[in-house]
């Protein structure tokens, strides 16, 4: 059984920074495309940032580009989202998914549970 388990989320103030990490389980994720995707009550889940299977490339969200990264460890079937500057309108839910087509939502086959982000101003 696959198995996405985000953590690292947690209460952080504007400007501090948070990492969080997906590890997967049940198979290997390791030329598979990676995202992190993010909701707030009452809306979509939107994107966040993905890398791809090799880990050559990746794409962000403009409201997160020159903030985030994303890295992955194939060894240890783990991508991060390292968080900085993080504002208030940052605080959601954050999923991380697997086998996905880059910002496209319906695309991936695996979700994680989601991990809560809180960002006090």
């Known amino acids: 059984q696959v198995q996405l388990v985000e953590s690292g989320g947690g209460l952080a103030q504007a400007g501090g920074s948070l990492r969080l990490s997906c590890a997967a389980s049940g198979r290997t994720f390791s030329r598979r495309a990676m995202g992190w995707f993010r909701q707030t009550p009452g809306k979509e889940r939107e994107f966040v940032a993905v890398?791809?299977?090799?880990?050559?490339?990746?794409n962000f969200a403009d409201s997160v580009k020159g903030r985030f990264t994303i890295s992955r460890d194939d060894v240890k079937n783990t991508v991060y989202l390292q968080m900085n500057s993080l504002k208030p309108e940052d605080t959601a839910i954050y999923y991380c998914?697997?086998?996905?087509?880059?910002?496209?939502?319906?695309?991936?086959?695996?979700w994680g549970q989601g991990t809560q982000v809180t960002v006090s101003s």
């Open positions: 890398i791809s299977g090799n880990g050559d490339a990746r």
């Open positions: 998914a697997a086998n996905g087509l880059s910002r496209v939502v319906s695309t991936y086959d695996y």
